[in-house]
C-alpha cells in the first residue's frame, strides 16, 4: 500500500498527542509518568515515520507504543514497589489544565481497574475503539476484549456503587 503524503511527524502530534496523553495518564496513573510515557512514545514516532503508510496506521502505531511502553514501565522493579499518592481529581492532560468535572467519578474508579481493564475500558469508552480494533491493537482475541469489558464493567459498577 502506497504511503500517504503529508505524514509526517509534526502533524502526527497535532492529530493525536490528546489521544496519546489520555492514554498514557490512563495507563500511568500520575502525570509525571504519563508525561515520560508521552514524550517516550513521540520520542519513537520521529524514528518510525517513515515507515507508517496512512493516518489510521499512524493511530494504531501510537495506540500500541503507548500500551507496550506502559507495560515495560510496569515490568521495571522500581514501578512494581512504589505507589503514587497523586488523587485522580486532579489529574489533567497535560495541555494547560483539560479537566471533565463530570467524568471523574468515573475516571476515578477506571484508575482503580487492573491494567488489563483499564486499558479496553479507556480504549472502548474514551477513544471510541471498536472491539475489533481494540483486539486488534492488544493482539489479543475479540472474545477475550469482550470478556475483560464484561468484567471491568461489573468492577466499576462495584467501585461507583461503592462511592456513593
Avoid at 509526517?8 to 496513573?29: C, F, G, N, P, W
Avoid at 522493579?77 to 503514587?84: E, G, P, T
Avoid at 468535572?101 to 484508575?111: G, I, M
Amino acid at each position: 500500500m502506497p504511503k500517504e503524503e503529508g505524514i509526517t511527524t509534526e502533524e502526527a502530534i497535532d492529530r493525536y498527542a490528546d489521544m496519546v496523553y489520555r492514554l498514557a495518564l490512563s495507563q500511568m496513573k500520575n502525570t509525571t509518568d504519563a508525561d515520560d510515557l508521552f514524550q517516550e512514545v513521540f520520542v519513537r514516532l520521529v524514528s518510525h515515520i517513515q515507515d507508517l503508510e496512512s493516518w489510521e496506521h499512524v493511530k494504531a502505531w501510537l495506540i500500541r507504543v503507548t500500551i507496550n511502553c506502559a507495560k515495560k514501565h510496569f515490568a521495571q522493579y522500581w514501578n512494581k514497589n512504589v505507589d503514587f499518592l497523586e488523587e485522580p481529581e486532579k489529574l489533567t492532560n497535560g495541555s494547560g489544565g483539560y479537566e471533565m468535572p463530570e467524568e471523574q467519578p468515573v475516571r476515578a474508579a477506571v484508575q482503580k481497574l487492573p491494567p488489563k481493564y483499564r486499558t479496553v475500558i479507556h480504549l472502548y469508552y474514551f477513544e471510541e475503539l471498536t472491539v475489533a480494533e481494540i483486539a486488534r491493537l492488544t493482539e489479543q482475541k475479540e472474545t477475550t476484549v469482550k470478556s475483560q469489558m464484561h468484567r471491568a464493567r461489573e468492577m466499576l459498577k462495584e467501585l461507583i456503587q461503592d462511592t456513593v
